[in-house]
């Protein structure tokens, strides 16, 4: 596709059940991230994937969040027994590797835990 | 992680000048993007720098000093439309593709 595509645009949940995030990056970007964000926050950086190499999990809050990239391509986070605190925008962005490529961004996931 | 960090808030007067600073810690330092926020949005790509100076881009310039870990955003003929969020982000690790971001720091444009 034209840009980075998330899907859903937003998602309400209730405590406990599992949701899965869904990102289709720009057709040939290699590099794909996982960032969330609060409301009024940073971005916080929770999940890398470049390639065909092992993912960068250091940012994952606790192991009720996973991903995975499919193909190289297509990725989906998936965060067990939600809680509220997990309630935040998830954005992903993909890249070209190599310097000074910029990332692009989906419009993210909104999700609400309630 | 690398901390990156940029002040949490400023405000500027229309058709002013202002400058965001951001600083970071240089090692595995690979390069340093700006993004812009609007409020509920995506962000998208400003500027990048690897090398030291500055960078012109119209009203928006970025600059950047490897050795002291500095970067600024210097905004220009400011206009409503520039009240966001100004994100820096790093690029860092060996193979110069971890992209980590600052807290970001949101600028208010008054008449």
């Known amino acids: 596709g034209a840009g980075v595509s998330q899907s859903p645009s937003n998602k309400v949940t209730e405590k406990g059940k599992d949701v899965e995030l869904r990102c289709d990056p720009i057709?040939?970007?290699?590099?794909l991230y996982w960032y969330r964000q609060s409301l009024g926050q940073g971005l916080e950086f929770l999940i890398y994937?470049?390639?065909?190499?092992?993912?960068?999990k250091s940012g994952l809050p606790s192991d009720r969040f996973s991903a995975e990239r499919t193909g190289g391509s297509v990725s989906t986070l998936t965060i067990q027994r939600t809680q509220q605190e997990d309630s935040a925008v998830y954005l992903c962005?993909?890249?070209?590797?190599?310097?000074?490529?910029?990332?692009?961004f989906g419009q993210g996931t909104r999700l609400t835990v309630v | 992680g690398q901390n990156i960090d940029q002040p949490t808030e400023m405000t500027a007067t229309e058709g002013a000048i202002v400058q965001i600073n951001c600083t970071y810690q240089?090692?595995?330092?690979?390069?340093l993007f700006w993004y812009q926020q609007h409020a509920g949005e995506a962000p998208t790509f400003l500027s990048y720098?690897?090398?030291?100076g500055l960078e012109e881009k119209g009203r928006f310039s970025s600059f950047l000093s490897r050795s002291k870990g500095y970067s600024y955003l210097l905004l220009k003929e400011l206009q409503m439309k520039d009240s966001a969020s100004y994100l820096c982000?790093?690029?860092?690790?060996?193979?110069?593709?971890?992209?980590?971001f600052g807290g970001g720091t949101r600028l208010m444009v008054k008449p």
């Open positions: 982000a790093a690029l860092m690790g060996d193979a110069g593709n971890m992209l980590t």
């Open positions: 962005a993909s890249s070209l590797v190599g310097q000074g490529t910029e990332a692009f």
């Open positions: 240089t090692s595995g330092f690979n390069g």
């Open positions: 057709s040939g970007h290699t590099a």
């Open positions: 994937f470049q390639g065909n190499s092992a993912p960068d």
């Open positions: 720098n690897v090398l030291d």
